[in-house]
């Protein structure tokens, strides 16, 4: 019975985000795997926009690997330098530029293997790019997926491969990549980090948080 009530919760709780954020979406702006491999290493530690701003610009003249590795690393830094960590993203992205033109034609591979064997890519940019470069099922947790999870007692994990593994078992496999987009614009608008905007929350009664005081 105890497991029907859960079910029938996280169903309501899906629902209500469904219902609650029904264009969500990724907020990096890319036209192919390789300008979104690139946005999602540029976006670890800074905000979706300011990854924007740099690569509107970026991605004009450089939209290939092979254009990309024509820069030096300082080159690519200078063009990068207002995004966080912009030093050794850029050494990152040319290393994984070289490996994408020796090993893989230019092109961006598919696999969790694959991916997560390219310099600055971890699990979650891995996860970003099989999810929305190419529509493969993945679950990507970043800061805000793993907060709202716990808040909504969707886990009680921290850290982000088992939150991932937690939020995979309980969510059904053709939803992950909706609802993780839901989580984070919820994430972003209104269960934010230090002051939530609890009074007009639609998942309020869902929510764990007063209890938990995360
Ligand atoms: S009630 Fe507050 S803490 Fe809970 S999910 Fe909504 S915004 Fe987040």
């Given at each position: 019975m105890k497991k029907i009530d859960n079910n029938l919760r996280i169903r309501d709780i899906l629902d209500l985000l469904a219902r609650t954020y029904p264009d969500a979406h990724c907020e990096l702006n890319y036209r192919n795997p390789f300008e979104l491999l690139v946005a999602t290493i540029l976006s670890a530690q800074t905000t979706d926009q300011k990854v924007n701003q740099v690569t509107a610009e970026l991605f004009k003249h450089y939209p290939t690997p092979q254009k990309l590795h024509e820069l030096t690393p300082e080159e690519l830094g200078d063009k990068i330098r207002t995004i966080g960590l912009f030093?050794?993203?850029?050494?990152?992205?040319?290393?994984?530029?070289?490996?994408?033109?020796?090993?893989?034609?230019?092109?961006?591979?598919?696999?969790?293997?694959?991916?997560?064997?390219?310099?600055?890519?971890?699990?979650?940019?891995?996860?970003?790019?099989?999810?929305?470069?190419?529509?493969?099922?993945?679950?990507?947790?970043?800061?805000?997926?793993?907060?709202?999870?716990?808040?909504?007692?969707?886990?009680?994990?921290?850290?982000?491969?088992?939150?991932?593994?937690?939020?995979?078992?309980?969510?059904?496999?053709?939803?992950?990549?909706?609802?993780?987009?839901?989580?984070?614009?919820?994430?972003?608008?209104?269960?934010?980090?230090?002051?939530?905007?609890?009074?007009?929350?639609?998942?309020?009664?869902?929510?764990?948080?007063?209890?938990?005081?995360?």
């Amino acid at each position: 019975m105890k497991k029907i009530d859960n079910n029938l919760r996280i169903r309501d709780i899906l629902d209500l985000l469904a219902r609650t954020y029904p264009d969500a979406h990724c907020e990096l702006n890319y036209r192919n795997p390789f300008e979104l491999l690139v946005a999602t290493i540029l976006s670890a530690q800074t905000t979706d926009q300011k990854v924007n701003q740099v690569t509107a610009e970026l991605f004009k003249h450089y939209p290939t690997p092979q254009k990309l590795h024509e820069l030096t690393p300082e080159e690519l830094g200078d063009k990068i330098r207002t995004i966080g960590l912009f030093r050794t993203k850029a050494e990152n992205i040319l290393k994984s530029c070289r490996i994408l033109i020796e090993k893989y034609n230019g092109q961006v591979p598919q696999t969790m293997e694959e991916l997560v064997n390219l310099p600055g890519v971890g699990r979650k940019t891995a996860s970003v790019v099989l999810a929305n470069a190419f529509g493969i099922p993945a679950f990507p947790v970043d800061t805000h997926v793993s907060r709202v999870a716990r808040r909504l007692g969707l886990t009680s994990e921290k850290d982000p491969e088992r939150v991932e593994k937690d939020l995979t078992m309980l969510i059904p496999k053709e939803q992950w990549i909706d609802c993780h987009h839901r989580l984070i614009f919820h994430g972003r608008r209104l269960c934010k980090a230090r002051k939530p905007q609890c009074a007009t929350c639609p998942l309020k009664s869902y929510c764990l948080f007063d209890n938990m005081g995360c």
